[in-house]
């Protein structure tokens, strides 16, 4: 039974120490899956780019510090223990003033920029 | 702009809080919504049954407490801003000696006993 030799491998984890081994802020490290879904730890500071997700919501867990979520018109303040999740198609950009620390979920191969590319894309699959 | 109008009202959500609010044990309540997923906070002690879901994976966070999950040949114990993945189709049995606090993401009609039914099973889609 290849899944209960899977299972028995897994041992649960803890994002803040996982979000700890990150070298560089804004490089998303994937943690775990579920399904099609993958959870990825990414400490952040300062102000990410506009950028939207046709195809996809995208949900935010802060695990240390306060996420700034920039909307079409307004900003969400995002603290420790509090999820948000931003809706398919919206514009959106993510800010922390000193770092933040966060899990994001969301579908296999979603860039961290979106359509919009450039220098701050990163590779959406490196585990940690 | 009906995506933004929606968006416009959403806040975050404090899971310890919402976690707080549920009457009873062991009754899940949607706080948010991914796509087709939810994310579902519950509070558990005790034990409840073995059980299955063949069709998705299931991932439990823990807010407060210590979740023990039983499987296969052992159990792991998930602490306090700790992640687990079961994988579909493993039979699990989760379980809390004194309360934990949960947030669960899985797809949405899920129901928490699986397909072993019964008296324990809930409303998979009340919102609190």
């Known amino acids: 039974m290849p899944e209960s030799a899977s299972v028995s491998k897994t041992q649960p984890i803890n994002l803040a120490q ?7 802020q804004w490089s998303p490290r994937v943690v775990a899956e579920m399904n099609d879904y993958q959870f990825k730890v990414v400490r952040i500071e300062g102000e990410f ?6 195809e996809t919501d995208e949900a935010f867990l802060v695990l240390e ?9 307004r900003s969400v303040h995002v603290g420790a223990g509090e999820l948000y999740v931003v809706p398919r198609g919206i514009e959106h950009r993510t800010a922390a003033q000193g770092e933040a620390k ?6 296999r ?5 979106g359509h919009e590319g450039g220098a701050r894309t990163a590779d959406s699959d490196v585990w940690i």
């Open 18 to 24: 996982k979000a700890a081994l990150i070298e560089q």
């Open 49 to 54: 780019i506009w950028h939207a997700h046709p």
């Open 65 to 73: 510090g306060t996420l700034r979520i920039d909307l079409p018109g």
């Open 102 to 107: 966060l899990m994001m979920i969301e579908p």
């Open 109 to 113: 191969g979603i860039l961290n920029t």
